[in-house]
């Protein structure tokens, strides 16, 4: 039963018999505490803005609340709901709070969280079409349904992954094998003198998941080619020709283009259309990065943030960033399964099945085991519908334009990049202040605001000075939290400039 006043489970008193001796709880168990945590998770979400946004903590104080051992002997789950309470919240930052404006920002929406207990009460493991033919075809449909809503034309191959970074390094491996005559897979990259070095090209903006990417699958770090950006930071397709006629000249064996659609930085988009005729033409691999602002296609005016990608080999779009979907849904589409299946198909014994007929997702991935990704997407399509979709990015991209008219306007502040989508990069620098002074001060505006707890911002660098993120992505954000970020940055600058 639940305290009255802090919301917690009582101490003394369990209300339910402890583990059983074999087997699993009953399913009363389940029924006693889910009620009350749904009634937990209730008042979590209503008053989430009682929540600092950032964690309230110091490195080590949480794993040091907890003891060294596991339990040798079965715990009421009432003591165990408490310690949640008590020890982990402290640690939590939320990044369900409106206010959260940090890194890129995201929500488990309700119909998402509804999935996912689901997903979880069903506990399916999709490896193959035969383990659950549901899961699998649901994710063939849901893949497809929001190909459709971003307008993509043409025949793609749709899966879900955990995130973008494990998309990118599908990509990346199907590039690797779309030649059938390096075989990297069978003869590896070592030792190999009838193989030139392969190189991947990317602007120096892309996400860390490409270099990753690239480390993970052989090709080494130093095969990474970062190609400059312009002054509106988007890949600059001149270097990259002449970076690629350069390598061939030397000697490389150019595989790969990684382009980006929304910039983790500053939310650039790299001009597709041209780089997709450079691929074209030099038998390249091009994989578009649109994780973040691959969303906005929703909508069918923002479409242009995909142009070009009909030229492209594979796409990422998360789901899990701009489309309210919990954590852990990534959609990546390749035109070339056969070169996703020459990578990864390998079937053992074990999971070999007579039906035939299904697709088995582990044949086009590394991963075997696979959650039941497809119904929170399926979930949060239906439950918002298209049109819901684009509302909540069209309204999420107003605040951020009416933010950065409001920094624009605002005495020793700018907004230091485009404002494309609902991401804006602003830095404070007085005048008559220099670049390092005005970073260090920035760095002070950053820490005083995210202390405050009301809001949360991120940073990076933009031609190597400090800037600050605001990114609008949360479904729960309204123009009230812009407006106190807009606040918290001024009295922070004020508080920071005079200390
Ligand atoms: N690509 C871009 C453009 C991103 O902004 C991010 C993360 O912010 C990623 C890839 C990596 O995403 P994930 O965390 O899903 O791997």
Redesign the pocket.
Known sequence: MFDRATFLPARVVSQTPPAPPLGDFPPETFAHHGHELIDWITRYLREIESHPVLAQTTPGAIAGALPLQAPAHAEPIDDILRDVHHVLMPGITHWQHPGFFG??SITASVPGMLAELMATALNVNGMIWATSPAATELEQVTVRWLAQLLGLEGEWFGQLT???????LLALAAAREADPSLDVRGRGLAGRTDLPRLRVYCSEL?????DKAVMVLGLGHENLVKIPVDDVFRMRTDVLEARIAEDRAAGYRPLAVVA?????GVASVDPVPAIAAITAREGLWLHV?????GAVAVAPELRGVLAGVEGADSL?V?P??WLFTP?GC?ALWVRRPDALRRAFTLVPEYLRTTSGAGLDYHDVGYQLGRPFRALKLWMVLRAFGAEGLAERIRAHNAMARDFAARITATPDWSVVAPVDFSLVCVRYAPAGMSPTDADELNRRILARVNASGAVLLSHTSVHDRIVLRLAIGNVRTTAAHVEQAYQALLDAAAVERSS
Do not use: E, I, L
């Open positions: 890194y890129f955990d995130t973008a970074s494990t998309s990118t892309a996400h860390s998941s490409v980006t659609a929304g910039t983790t990065d649109a994780a973040y602002a990422v998360n899990h960033k954590v990534s």
